[in-house]
């Protein structure tokens, strides 16, 4: 084998449910830490109480930090990504819940995070995505 047939290969590799669920868990781990980000430079500026909003904004960008990794995880092919890609895009769920409830504006942006967490979750589960990270059952035998 060569490195010119190892390098073509694999891109088709990785099927398509797998690169999309991927981007999806890293565009929200990197939203959550870029959160954390605003709430450590708010309470440094005297924007926000003092103490809790540095606490608060540490712990979102040590939070988001798990979601990037996992993206990175299972595009390098990893099985261990996908447990914390799938939480991920679980919590999205709630998330929408409640934001939906809040009426106004957060209506269409509560739909917008269920449906991106709908389509993680779908698109992790797949069954090409299963058998790429964990084999095909004849395989493990």
């Known amino acids: 084998m060569t490195a010119e047939s190892a ?3 694999a891109p088709a590799a990785r099927p398509v449910p797998l690169l999309v669920g991927a981007a999806l868990t890293a565009l929200e781990g990197a939203a959550m830490a870029g959160w954390g980000v605003y709430n450590l430079a708010a309470g440094f500026t ?3 109480d003092f103490g809790r909003a540095e606490l608060g904004g540490a712990v979102l960008l040590l939070m988001g930090l798990l ?3 996992a993206g990175r995880a299972l595009l390098r ?4 990504g996908r447990s914390p890609a799938v939480l991920t895009n679980s919590i999205c769920l709630p998330v929408a819940y ?3 409830q809040s009426g ?3 209506i269409a942006v509560g739909a917008a995070i269920g449906l991106l967490g709908l389509v993680g979750i779908g698109t992790l589960l797949n069954p090409r995505v299963t058998a790429l990270l964990y084999g095909t059952p ?3 035998r």
């Open 7 to 9: 390098t073509a290969t």
């Open 46 to 48: 005297g924007a926000d």
């Open 67 to 69: 979601p990037v990794l």
């Open 77 to 80: 092919g990893q099985r261990w």
């Open 98 to 100: 409640y934001m939906w």
């Open 104 to 106: 106004g504006g957060m």
């Open 138 to 140: 004849d395989e493990q």
